[in-house]
């Protein structure tokens, strides 16, 4: 790449003559500095790749933080659904066992009977 300088090519007529000292510098000078461009588009190209990696591993890293959080909230989620599924029974239960005992309470009284209670 460094070989085949475009100034090279585009002073074909000054590489058939013989420069001058003026002529040699100037093309050297000319040359130097392609060179030059090409070095700093190279640490551009570098910086450029650099930032793309860390931004792929910062996404990277974001998405497997967000799948995480989102496991823990499903997670949460559950435990808090189960633990209102498990009130909604006890209630559920309770209010089953109540009417129990008033259905058995009432046969109890159409019988001439009752419950032992305790009077506190």
């Given at each position: 790449?460094?070989?085949s300088?475009?100034?090279q090519?585009?002073?074909?007529?000054l590489?058939?003559m013989?420069?001058?000292?003026?002529g040699?510098?100037?093309?050297?000078v000319?040359?130097?500095?392609?060179r030059?461009?090409?070095?700093?588009?190279?640490a551009?190209?570098?910086?450029?790749?650099?930032?793309?990696?860390?931004f792929?591993?910062s996404?990277k890293?974001?998405?497997?933080?967000?799948h995480r959080?989102e496991?823990h909230?499903?997670?949460e989620e559950?435990l808090?659904?189960?633990k209102?599924?498990?009130?909604m029974?006890?209630?559920?239960?309770?209010?089953?066992l109540?009417a129990e005992?008033?259905?058995?309470?009432?046969?109890?009284?159409?019988?001439?009977?009752a419950?032992?209670?305790?009077?506190?």
């Open positions: 790449r460094f070989g300088l475009p100034a090519a585009a002073m074909p007529a590489s058939a013989k420069l001058t000292r003026e040699k510098v100037a093309r050297r000319e040359e130097d500095n392609i030059a461009q090409y070095v700093a588009d190279a551009d190209y570098r910086m450029t790749h650099m930032r793309t990696a860390w792929e591993a996404d890293r974001q998405t497997v933080r967000r959080l496991q909230h499903h997670k559950l808090q659904a189960n209102e599924l498990v009130l029974r006890r209630a559920q239960l309770k209010e089953l109540e005992a008033r259905m058995y309470e009432e046969q109890l009284n159409a019988m001439g009977l419950f032992a209670k305790d009077r506190v």
